[in-house]
């Protein structure tokens, strides 16, 4: 072993004992946090903290920068909503108009809505203003709500760049930056917007950047934005990958509303969300279940805030047993106990599919994903099984394949395109697997549990580690 592979590994182990010595692993109380927050985690029965809090809250205490390689469903928005009311707490100052001390970027209105309460929910025993800026509704009420100041402004970047264009707001004076689902912000073309931001804020401040996956053109952004960042990386919670039983249907692609209908009529489907990739198709599955008897609702970008709202509220306490939604909606959905996830189409971004069955087994439950694969869809299914390291279990009951000749016409035309633009696939699915066999996330390279905290700049990583494998 050469000596600055020593070293390095020297480092890490001290920089892990220093971890587990900072804090009792089984309780939020060897955080240290404040009174007033622990009371109202006590009230919530979060008894123990989740791997990404256990990794994070220690780091963001510290004032360190944090990259966090996490995704929604392991806690991660408490990771950095504790440290940061404690800091708040620990810190208090008074008010200053139309300024905010922390600023939460997140893509989507849900996602923002929900990041807001949360904070509302653990600081209720803190003074502490909340306010929150997303489009699609009424401009003026969230311009008045920050004309006092406010310790934390949750928001889209379109609509905060709109506040802050008319003064309502000016973010010199803000302290910490979350960037949260810094890879659905790129998709969705907020890179410009994010630059445009974090310009206009003080350059002496805390950063805390979270994605789901780590693209380098994500890596890029985070060199450019963080400081020495302390690196934190969880599977989306090892044990709920676990509990996620995953099936293929192969299918022609005009069975798929049949199929869908006789899996949605199953005893065990209590809540399900149902992903198409565009928003027209959302609204066609959704009224091809209406007609044949199962009540669904379908959320997407062309619905307005209120539909939004309200179609949530019915899906959360049960009023809707069913939602179609698709990835850009579906993001900022907190719903437990969502018991399948149904892929109508499949991604064609691989790990839109991670993002999907991630919404199942949640909170400890079990769950299913299931998703139904024409012949067109082979090249997806392969690149998604590339990128989970596993094949999918194919189930045979509710297969409805073409005529075999035609699906290997189909496929090889596909697989013939895909060759010819770049290397082949070398992954060969094991279609023999039992239906029920239960796979674990946790090996996706990229989500595995890491823990790599820094003491300087020649311990950060070589950029390959940041790449999916
Ligand atoms: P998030 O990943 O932030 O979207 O959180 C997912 C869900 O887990 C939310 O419903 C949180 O309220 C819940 N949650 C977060 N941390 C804990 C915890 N330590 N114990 C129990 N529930 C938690």
Redesign the pocket.
């Known amino acids: 072993m050469s000596r600055a592979t020593r070293d390095t590994s020297a480092r890490r182990a001290r920089a892990r004992r220093r971890l587990t010595d900072d804090c009792n692993l089984n309780s939020f109380h060897g955080f240290g946090l404040a009174e007033p927050i622990t009371r109202a985690l006590a009230e919530?029965?979060?008894?123990?903290?989740?791997p990404i809090?256990v990794e994070t809250i220690p780091l963001v205490l510290r004032r360190r920068d944090v990259v966090g390689i996490a995704q929604?469903?392991?806690?991660?928005?408490?990771a950095f909503a504790l440290p940061i009311l404690d800091h708040i707490s620990a810190n208090p100052q008074p008010s200053q108009a139309k300024t905010c001390r922390v600023l939460v970027l997140s893509p989507t209105r849900e996602l923002s809505a929900?990041i807001a309460e949360?904070f509302r929910i653990y600081g209720r025993y803190l003074r502490l203003h909340v306010a929150l800026a997303i489009g699609g509704v009424p401009i003026g009420p969230q311009a008045r709500a920050l004309a006092r100041g406010v310790e934390i402004l949750v928001a889209t970047p379109g609509r905060l760049l709109d506040l802050v264009g008319t003064g309502a707001v000016s973010l010199d004076r803000a302290e910490v930056l979350v960037l949260d689902e810094a890879d659905r912000m790129l998709d969705m073309g907020f890179i410009h917007d994010i630059r445009r931001i974090v310009a206009k804020l003080p350059k002496h401040r805390q950063n805390l950047f979270f994605s789901a996956t780590m693209p380098p053109a994500i890596a890029e952004l985070a060199r450019e934005i963080l400081r020495n960042p302390a690196r934190v990386a969880v599977a989306p919670s090892a044990s709920t990958a676990e509990r996620i039983e995953q099936q293929i249907v192969h299918l022609e692609a005009s069975a798929k509303p049949t199929v869908l209908a006789e899996i949605l009529r199953g005893e065990a489907v209590q809540r399900a969300l149902v992903f198409t990739r565009t928003k027209h198709g959302a609204d066609r599955v959704t009224r091809a279940l209406v007609r044949s008897g199962i009540g669904a609702e379908a959320i997407h970008g062309n619905k307005s805030q209120n539909q939004r709202g309200r179609v949530l509220a019915a899906f959360r306490d049960g009023r809707v047993r069913v939602l179609v939604a698709t990835d850009v909606a579906a993001r900022g959905i907190?719903v437990?106990a969502i018991t399948h996830v149904i892929n109508y189409d499949l991604p064609n971004v691989p790990e839109s599919y991670v993002h999907r069955i991630g919404r199942t087994a949640?909170?400890g439950a079990a769950g299913t994903a299931i998703s139904l694969c024409s012949a067109e869809e082979l090249p997806h299914l392969r690149a998604i099984e590339k990128l989970i390291r596993m094949a999918i279990p194919a189930d045979p009951r509710r297969a409805r394949p073409a005529p075999a000749k035609e699906l290997r016409g189909k496929a090889e035309s596909h697989q013939h395109q895909h060759r010819s633009r770049g290397p082949t696939r070398p992954h060969a699915p094991r279609r023999d697997a039992p239906a029920s066999a239960r796979h674990e996330l946790a090996m996706v390279p990229f989500l595995q549990p890491k823990h790599r905290e820094q003491s300087g700049p020649s311990a950060r990583p070589p950029r390959k580690q940041w790449r999916r494998a």
Request: without cysteine; negative net charge; charged residues 35%.
């Open positions: 919530e029965r979060y008894d123990a903290p989740t809090q929604t469903g392991t806690g991660k928005t408490a929900q949360s907190d437990d949640r909170a």
